[in-house]
């Protein structure tokens, strides 16, 4: 702990936290934001999914569109998930999309009216508790806290609680503060402020101390630490995994794309044929109408996912015959170049094919 902490903190009790960030946030909060109008559970429960590990600016142009088509419940539920997925494509995280169309299924099986209840619905895939405060609070106004990454980073530094967050015992102090200061009042207009406080002055860099309504109650702004909480994440070193993904053409100007597996990093998404190594690619090519003489390896890419590193090197080649190519019902299909924009690609995916595309077909 720093030394400076060993000085007297300044004290600010959570009726002043709260007087003070509710009139900051009259004033300059965001009131704007596409989940912010029409406000109702399924609106901001949608919204507190998608922003989960993706900036504001990610999200707005995702939540009209997927608003767009799925409006409530009942239309997201009766979805297939490839839908679902296509309007996904690109925010990364794919589950998040899984768990949200499992839950929308589970509610509308079950009468069709969203949980108002902490527990039930903090027990619905890919809610929890945080998120489930978050919608409680904005959308029917309960006295409930909230914990996410912005929360934790401004309760972080104003009562310098050391330790990493994602540890148990420092997350449960910091759930412990974040119930105290949440105000029975204005409960939504409360935890706008808060997430809004995190995300544009008590930012993780360059935080806008001297802007903040509450810095004068702040420990870690008083000890001059604030870059000191919260404590990061110990490093451990990322492995790297290495594929050859194969990007197989054919006259018509399509390629040969499979549907991974439901569960998994791209699940559920369309992606082209990915192997280990270049001889399981090329002992695949022969039976399913590649021609071996006419393979190209492009050069290696790199994409990182929260756990591992993927390298992979694109590897062009022409088909044969490919309607002779084992095609499982709805696992595989030859796909336009000019129609891939449609369809629910992982990004780095789609990225390769835009390239592709202009390279081949310009």
């Known amino acids: 702990m720093s ?146 990454g912005n929360v934790k980073r401004v309760l972080s530094r104003f009562h310098a609680v050391p330790g990493w967050p994602g540890n148990s015992k420092v997350a449960a102090q910091l759930w412990e503060i974040a119930g105290r200061y949440t105000p029975n009042r204005r409960c939504g207009a409360y935890t706008q402020a808060m997430m809004d406080l995190g995300a544009t002055l008590c930012t993780r860099s360059k935080p806008q101390c001297k802007r903040c309504p509450v810095a004068t109650g702040c420990a870690a702004y008083h000890a001059n630490a604030v870059a000191d909480y919260p404590a990061a994440k110990p490093r451990k070193i990322l492995p790297v995994k290495r594929s050859y993904l194969l990007v197989l053409l054919d006259r018509r100007q399509r390629t040969l794309l499979l549907k991974r597996p439901p569960a998994g990093i791209w699940g559920g998404l369309w992606s082209l044929p990915e192997f280990d190594d270049l001889d399981r690619l090329t002992a695949w090519a022969g039976p399913h109408g590649v021609d071996r003489q006419r ?51 992982p990004a780095p995916i789609k990225r390769l094919l835009t390239q592709l595309k202009e390279d081949y077909y310009g």
């Open 295 to 345: 393979i190209r390896l492009l050069p290696e890419n790199r994409h990182s996912f929260s756990h591992y590193h993927l390298d992979y090197t694109p590897v062009v080649a022409q088909a044969q015959n490919p309607t002779d190519a084992v095609m499982e019902a709805n696992q595989a299909l030859w796909y336009k170049f000019a129609d891939f924009d449609t369809l629910g690609l």
């Open 3 to 148: 030394a400076a902490l060993q000085r007297p903190l300044p004290t600010m009790s959570p009726e002043e936290f709260q007087l003070r960030l509710l009139a900051w946030f009259d004033m300059h909060g965001r009131k704007d934001l596409p989940w912010q109008q029409d406000i109702n559970p399924y609106r901001v429960w949608v919204s507190e999914i998608m922003l989960q590990q993706t900036q504001v600016s990610s999200v707005i142009g995702y939540y009209r569109r997927f608003m767009e088509r799925f409006p409530n419940i009942a239309a997201l539920a009766a979805a297939d998930t490839d839908h679902v997925l296509q309007y996904w494509a690109g925010l990364g995280y794919y589950a998040r999309a899984r768990n949200l169309h499992k839950t929308a299924k589970a509610i509308a099986a079950n009468g069709g009216a969203f949980p108002t209840g902490i527990e039930e619905l903090s027990a619905l895939p890919g809610i929890g508790r945080s998120t489930a405060g978050a919608i409680l609070s904005i959308a029917c106004g309960q006295s409930q806290p909230i914990l996410d």
